[in-house]
């Protein structure tokens, strides 16, 4: 199985503040049709998650433009320029190239 | 706007079963493949199982293989998860959602509680 490995756990950040997450990926997560199936996923407390980013870099409709996706093969990172206050949550990253998918342990952001 | 709505989840006894359903509305429901993903209490998500378009290829992870059984109602607009043989491991809120490579629509979950 594909192992997603997030760093850090847990992210505190301050509220105008930028924030990074990594995750890297066991093996290459680029699929035989050319394209690299890493998604990010947001999900706030109480919530079900939500799809941010799809194929590394690709922003779902109706998400802020303060999120991004970046990275290829095995190395991906999701940026945020500036932290708001909802963006308090859980964020996980997924590979949906291989079978099993594989989520990442997940990282808790909060504000200082 | 993408709609899921799960139910059928509930508390049963080890080895019991349950079958899982979830509403689609909102999108054209034939078009997409589903999936199944679960979060144990306290913990991070599982992918459970993806089934294809049509139904024909089902693709399971490998704690639930031969337990559970994914399946769709094309003409109803729902999908469904059989789960027997039912272990404490997994209790969970298993979200039905909208993909196959990744996810863009997810329902707010039903609650399996597995205990004695």
């Known amino acids: 199985d594909v192992v997603m490995t997030q760093s850090p756990l847990s992210l505190p950040v301050t509220l105008g503040q930028p924030a990074s997450i990594s995750c890297r990926s066991s093996?290459?997560?680029?699929?035989?049709?050319?394209?690299?199936?890493l998604n990010w996923f947001q999900q706030r407390p109480g919530q079900s998650p939500r799809r941010l980013i799809y194929k590394v870099s690709n922003r779902d409709s109706g998400v802020p433009d303060r999120f991004s996706g970046s990275g290829s093969t095995t190395d991906f990172t999701l940026k945020i320029s500036r932290v708001e206050a909802e963006d308090v949550g859980v964020y996980y990253c997924m590979q949906g190239t291989h079978w099993p998918r594989t989520f990442g342990q997940g990282t808790k952001v909060e504000i200082k | 706007e993408v709609q899921l709505l799960e139910s059928g989840g509930g508390s049963v006894q080890p080895g019991g079963s349950l079958r899982l359903s979830c509403a689609a509305s909102?999108?054209?429901?034939?078009?997409?493949?589903m999936s199944w993903v679960r979060q144990a209490p306290g913990k991070g998500l599982e992918w459970v199982s993806t089934i294809s378009i049509n139904g024909v290829n089902t693709y399971y992870a490998d704690s639930v293989k031969g337990r559970f059984t994914i399946s769709r109602d094309n003409s109803k607009n729902t999908l469904y998860l059989q789960i027997n043989s039912l272990r404490a491991e997994d209790t969970a809120l298993y979200y039905c959602?909208?993909?196959?490579?990744?996810?863009?629509?997810w329902g707010q979950g039903a609650l399996v509680t597995v205990s004695s």
């Open positions: 909102g999108f054209t429901f034939s078009n997409y493949a």
């Open positions: 959602a909208k993909g196959y490579y990744g996810y863009d629509g």
């Open positions: 093996q290459s997560l680029v699929h035989s049709d050319g394209n690299t199936y």
